[in-house]
């Protein structure tokens, strides 16, 4: 079926789909690619499942254990307007991933004795805005700045420039703003830090940062399918991304209508989200990193996967350009990007797992520990949220509350946070899993239930179910909380009228 054309019209693309999301395509590797056959088999089986729950229609894997490449694997469709299956060769938009490597090339100037971490962004970059000046490296890296974020004046949808005419008036605009918090208080991922990183990385290396990520990773890692591009360049072999989306021209699609998805990264924004890979690629800049092949030092590499702080000295869920995981065995670090990419370092174990995806919505962030376990099999336990999601999946999700006390029984140190437990419900709210999202909301209400945030999460999946009276309680709630709360406020003001 690899020749036969697709023919017109939705609903045959559609049909094909539905008919070949585990159609697996063997990759033509060299032996050192090649893993053991049992780990090999057990994950393709776990793989093509997911495909067919997400309904995903290509996906790349690769595992890196002990400095090698381990597996690489590729499966389903490249593109299904032409029946194009994806290969090893297939080039993937990796999204919110490019920030790991924006970390990289901020530490390769750190060791060049380029830049402080604890400096403030003034140091390095001149004509900020007063509130700007005093963040300091570490704070934009992790995404404590309390500065506005720049998507709020592009494009809604796409990211683009439409209606500014030049990221220079983008700029502009966005340094106009107010802060959307004290530097240092909360966290909130934000696209402006990684645009002021890539104008030092610009100013400090005398030369754009896309050169230097060329010249000082994808070289010398040998990476040679990796690019900086978006939906408006041509770039070969590349597997467009797809989306489902529930409405389109005033239509409502209860299973979600497969459409291509569009995006704009205009070249300042390109240390946030501008890359496009392999799975095979990004297995060799892993390999790289832990090698000291691209930071010099162990040292370097640890720093970068070190979380920062907030002003009261607790640790945030950011490391530099990476997400950490200080679980109590088998600690992970991990990049995920647009909700179709992602991986994951177990520096522990010696061993990294690359899932690339052409569906945003895929979100491999949620079984990538699941794929680590037919390697370890210890890792999917040491995750709380792995370990809960695989029973709830089991047993049903109106059994969260049930499950988390057993698990607890069992393991005194299982403890779940509450940022990994609304994440994960956003995420199942964003696949159109209602029913799911709410338990899990729920879940971390019972467990956190001095948390203005997860009064705020609930409310807002209660809205969407079409539970006005009880959303309206739940931001009460939150808003007594956290008076601050302001977005709760505007809600809780419309539900009220």
Same mark, same amino acid.
């Given at each position: 079926?690899?020749?036969?054309?697709?023919?017109?019209?939705?609903? &045959?693309?559609?049909?094909?789909?539905? /008919? =070949?999301?585990?159609? !697996?395509?063997?990759?033509? +590797?060299? %032996?050192?690619?090649? *893993?053991?056959?049992?780990?090999?088999?057990?994950?393709?089986?776990?793989?093509?499942?997911?495909?067919?729950?997400?309904?995903?229609?290509?996906?790349?894997?690769?595992?890196?254990?002990?400095?090698?490449?381990?597996?690489?694997?590729?499966?389903?469709?490249?593109?299904?307007?032409?029946?194009?299956?994806?290969?090893?060769?297939?080039?993937?938009?990796?999204?919110?991933?490019?920030?790991?490597?924006?970390?990289?090339?901020?530490?390769?100037?750190?060791?060049?004795?380029?830049?402080?971490?604890?400096?403030?962004?003034?140091?390095?970059?001149?004509?900020?805005?007063?509130?700007?000046?005093?963040?300091?490296?570490?704070?934009?890296?992790?995404?404590?700045?309390?500065?506005?974020?720049?998507?709020? &004046?592009?494009?809604?949808?796409?990211? /683009? =420039?439409?209606?500014? !005419?030049?990221?220079?008036? +983008?700029? %502009?605009?966005?340094? *106009?703003?107010?802060?959307?918090?004290?530097?240092?208080?909360?966290?909130?991922?934000?696209?402006?830090?990684?645009?002021?990183?890539?104008?030092?990385?610009?100013?400090?290396?005398?030369?754009?940062?896309?050169?230097?990520?060329?010249?000082?990773?994808?070289?010398?890692?040998?990476?040679?399918?990796?690019?900086?591009?978006?939906?408006?360049?041509?770039?070969?072999?590349?597997?467009?991304?797809?989306?489902?989306?529930?409405?389109?021209?005033?239509?409502?699609?209860?299973?979600?209508?497969?459409?291509?998805?569009?995006?704009?990264?205009?070249?300042?924004?390109?240390?946030?989200?501008?890359?496009?890979?392999?799975?095979?690629?990004?297995?060799?800049?892993?390999?790289?990193?832990?090698?000291?092949?691209?930071?010099?030092?162990?040292?370097?590499?640890?720093?970068?996967?070190?979380?920062?702080?907030?002003?009261?000295?607790?640790?945030?869920?950011?490391?530099?350009?990476?997400?950490?995981?200080?679980?109590?065995?088998?600690?992970?670090?991990?990049?995920?990007?647009?909700?179709?990419?992602?991986?994951?370092?177990?520096?522990?174990?010696?061993?990294?797992?690359?899932?690339?995806?052409?569906?945003?919505?895929?979100?491999?962030?949620?079984?990538?520990?699941?794929?680590?376990?037919?390697?370890?099999?210890?890792?999917?336990?040491?995750?709380?949220?792995?370990?809960?999601?695989?029973?709830?999946?089991?047993?049903?999700?109106?059994?969260?509350?049930?499950?988390?006390?057993?698990?607890?029984?069992?393991?005194?140190?299982?403890?779940?946070?509450?940022?990994?437990?609304?994440?994960?419900?956003?995420?199942?709210?964003?696949?159109?899993?209602?029913?799911?999202?709410?338990?899990?909301?729920?879940?971390?209400?019972?467990?956190?239930?001095?948390?203005?945030?997860?009064?705020?999460?609930?409310?807002?999946?209660?809205?969407?179910?079409?539970?006005?009276?009880?959303?309206?309680?739940?931001?009460?709630?939150?808003?007594?909380?956290?008076?601050?709360?302001?977005?709760?406020?505007?809600?809780?003001?419309?539900?009220?009228?």
């Amino acid at each position: 079926m690899t020749g036969k054309k697709i023919s017109r019209g939705a609903a &045959v693309a559609l049909c094909l789909l539905a /008919g =070949l999301l585990a159609h !697996g395509q063997q990759p033509v +590797a060299p %032996a050192a690619t090649t *893993a053991a056959p049992l780990p090999a088999a057990g994950l393709e089986t776990m793989l093509r499942r997911v495909m067919q729950e997400r309904r995903i229609p290509g996906l790349q894997v690769a595992v890196v254990q002990h400095g090698r490449v381990a597996l690489l694997q590729s499966y389903g469709w490249a593109n299904l307007q032409d029946s194009i299956p994806v290969t090893n060769q297939s080039i993937f938009a990796i999204n919110s991933c490019t920030k790991a490597f924006t970390g990289v090339a901020v530490m390769q100037l750190v060791e060049a004795g380029k830049v402080a971490l604890t400096a403030p962004v003034s140091r390095y970059l001149d004509g900020l805005p007063a509130a700007w000046q005093p963040v300091t490296i570490r704070q934009l890296l992790t995404h404590v700045s309390g500065l506005p974020d720049v998507l709020r &004046v592009l494009s809604p949808g796409t990211g /683009g =420039l439409a209606g500014l !005419g030049s990221e220079a008036a +983008a700029w %502009a605009k966005v340094q *106009a703003l107010p802060m959307d918090f004290v530097t240092g208080e909360q966290f909130s991922y934000n696209q402006t830090n990684y645009l002021l990183l890539g104008k030092i990385i610009d100013k400090l290396s005398g030369q754009p940062f896309a050169q230097v990520f060329s010249e000082r990773q994808f070289r010398v890692a040998a990476m040679p399918r990796t690019v900086f591009a978006d939906s408006r360049e041509v770039i070969p072999h590349l597997a467009p991304t797809y989306k489902y989306e529930t409405s389109l021209d005033g239509q409502k699609f209860s299973e979600g209508k497969l459409t291509n998805s569009y995006a704009e990264f205009p070249p300042s924004r390109r240390t946030a989200s501008g890359l496009n890979s392999t799975a095979e690629d990004v297995a060799h800049w892993l390999i790289a990193l832990q090698q000291g092949r691209l930071l010099s030092t162990k040292t370097a590499l640890n720093t970068l996967w070190t979380a920062g702080t907030y002003n009261n000295g607790t640790p945030t869920q950011w490391a530099l350009g990476w997400v950490a995981k200080p679980r109590a065995r088998h600690r992970a670090v991990i990049a995920t990007g647009g909700g179709r990419s992602a991986f994951f370092v177990y520096p522990q174990d010696d061993l990294a797992v690359v899932v690339l995806t052409n569906l945003a919505g895929a979100y491999p962030e949620d079984f990538i520990d699941e794929a680590a376990g037919y390697f370890n099999p210890e890792i999917p336990a040491s995750d709380p949220i792995t370990a809960l999601r695989m029973q709830l999946q089991k047993r049903g999700f109106d059994q969260a509350s049930a499950v988390f006390k057993e698990l607890k029984k069992k393991d005194k140190s299982f403890a779940p946070s509450e940022v990994d437990l609304n994440d994960w419900a956003y995420r199942m709210m964003a696949n159109r899993q209602l029913k799911e999202a709410l338990a899990v909301f729920k879940l971390t209400l019972e467990l956190y239930p001095r948390s203005w945030n997860a009064y705020d999460s609930y409310g807002e999946a209660l809205v969407k179910s079409g539970q006005p009276e009880q959303a309206t309680a739940m931001y009460q709630k939150s808003v007594e909380l956290n008076p601050d709360n302001q977005n709760g406020k505007r809600i809780l003001e419309q539900l009220l009228k």
